[in-house]
């Protein structure tokens, strides 16, 4: 992802650690400063697409560069996130009066952060201009009355003046009608490469392989597509694109674990664990499937199974450090 982004926080441990999470979420572009000074120099010099920043740096706070960004034309809907370990009702008025775009308690977990990121992205896919709605809206009143080539002409001229993931998008929903799967492709992965949590593009994708006769493919995108509403707290979409996934592959773990894990969710422990047990009989070395039952059982205080579980995980995978800490309570 070309998306750059700037991370501030005068703890160097959380700032590396905020790294590592955007370079494994993808982004290429990634700048780490420990002073809201260095980051307003850097904003003033450089395109940003995400800001997230401490709430407490030394002398300009996260709190005041937000305020000075607000009060510029160049960054007043510029994305920008806040962090604190505590966020009082106070802190919470200020920073919404402020203009934040959202708040994440420190120290940051990658669930939340997926999350937050996740609600960016879906609506920096929105197209904003009034202009641009509107050619939407043509080209797609063009699309519903089966008039496929002007549709895209009006479409293409959006991407050629600004590029948006649905467009794109939209684009390969026409592809797909016209059977052109391989421009479909093209057109998805596009929308895909604007914006990585774009769900529905990478659904269609899956859907797409899955008429291809590709299941390897069309299991990874669905799969994606399912791990992302997930992470947006979008169960029932997520759920659905999961039996996606069994139909086309019944072999699979990943999707009996994620259901597993949204069954969990929901509190249905006793379903959780049939989705869990599957995943294990597709593939009886999942430590990452051991860990979730152990964790369950313990929930359940069901300490006997626990044990079994959570024992059996580190032998798969003795970096579980958690667990093994837990075993030998146990």
């Given at each position: 992802?070309?998306?750059?982004?700037?991370?501030?926080?005068?703890?160097?441990?959380?700032?590396?650690?905020?790294?590592?999470?955007?370079?494994?979420?993808?982004?290429?572009?990634?700048?780490?400063?420990?002073?809201?000074?260095?980051?307003?120099?850097?904003?003033?010099?450089?395109?940003?697409?995400?800001?997230?920043?401490?709430?407490?740096?030394?002398?300009?706070?996260?709190?005041?560069?937000?305020?000075?960004?607000?009060?510029?034309?160049?960054?007043?809907?510029?994305?920008?996130?806040?962090?604190?370990?505590?966020?009082?009702?106070?802190?919470?008025?200020?920073?919404?009066?402020?203009?934040?775009?959202?708040?994440?308690?420190?120290?940051?977990?990658?669930?939340?952060?997926?999350?937050?990121?996740?609600?960016?992205?879906?609506?920096?896919?929105?197209?904003?201009?009034?202009?641009?709605?509107?050619?939407?809206?043509?080209?797609?009143?063009?699309?519903?009355?089966?008039?496929?080539?002007?549709?895209?002409?009006?479409?293409?001229?959006?991407?050629?003046?600004?590029?948006?993931?649905?467009?794109?998008?939209?684009?390969?929903?026409i592809k797909t009608l016209q059977e052109k799967y391989s421009e479909a492709v093209e057109a998805f992965k596009m929308a895909t490469a604007i914006d990585r949590m774009h769900a529905k593009a990478y659904k269609a994708l899956g859907e797409i392989y899955s008429r291809m006769g590709q299941n390897e493919m069309a299991e990874k995108y669905l799969q994606k597509a399912a791990d992302i509403y997930l992470s947006s707290q979008k169960d029932q979409e997520a759920e659905d694109v999961l039996n996606e996934v069994i139909k086309i592959k019944p072999d699979t773990q990943n999707a009996y674990?994620?259901?597993?894990?949204?069954?969990?969710?929901?509190?249905?422990?006793?379903?959780?664990?049939?989705?869990?047990?599957?995943?294990?009989?597709?593939?009886?070395?999942?430590?990452?499937?051991?860990?979730?039952?152990?964790?369950?059982?313990?929930?359940?205080?069901?300490?006997?199974?626990?044990?079994?579980?959570?024992?059996?995980?580190?032998?798969?995978?003795?970096?579980?450090?958690?667990?093994?800490?837990?075993?030998?309570?146990?």
């Open positions: 992802m070309n998306d750059p982004v700037i991370l501030i926080d005068k703890d160097s441990d959380a700032l590396e650690f905020l790294k590592n999470f955007f370079k494994t979420c993808g982004y290429k572009d990634i700048k780490g400063v420990q002073t809201g000074e260095a980051a307003w120099s850097l904003l003033q010099d450089n395109k940003f697409n995400l800001v997230l920043s401490a709430w407490d740096l030394y002398e300009l706070s996260g709190l005041n560069l937000l305020k000075i960004l607000r009060r510029d034309s160049r960054f007043w809907n510029i994305p920008f996130f806040l962090t604190k370990s505590d966020f009082s009702k106070e802190d919470v008025i200020r920073a919404g009066q402020a203009g934040v775009s959202g708040l994440i308690v420190a120290p940051c977990n990658e669930e939340n952060l997926l999350s937050k990121i996740s609600s960016v992205s879906e609506d920096r896919s929105k197209i904003e201009s009034l202009e641009m709605s509107k050619k939407l809206n043509q080209g797609l009143s063009l699309v519903e009355a089966e008039d496929y080539e002007n549709g895209l002409k009006v479409l293409c001229e959006i991407v050629n003046d600004s590029e948006s993931a649905e467009v794109y998008y939209n684009i390969g929903y674990n994620s259901l597993g894990v949204l069954y969990r969710k929901k509190g249905d422990n006793e379903k959780a664990l049939i989705f869990y047990k599957k995943a294990l009989k597709v593939q009886p070395d999942g430590a990452h499937v051991y860990y979730n039952i152990g964790k369950l059982y313990l929930y359940l205080k069901d300490f006997e199974k626990a044990k079994h579980y959570i024992k059996r995980a580190v032998e798969l995978n003795p970096g579980y450090d958690d667990l093994a800490a837990i075993l030998k309570k146990l």
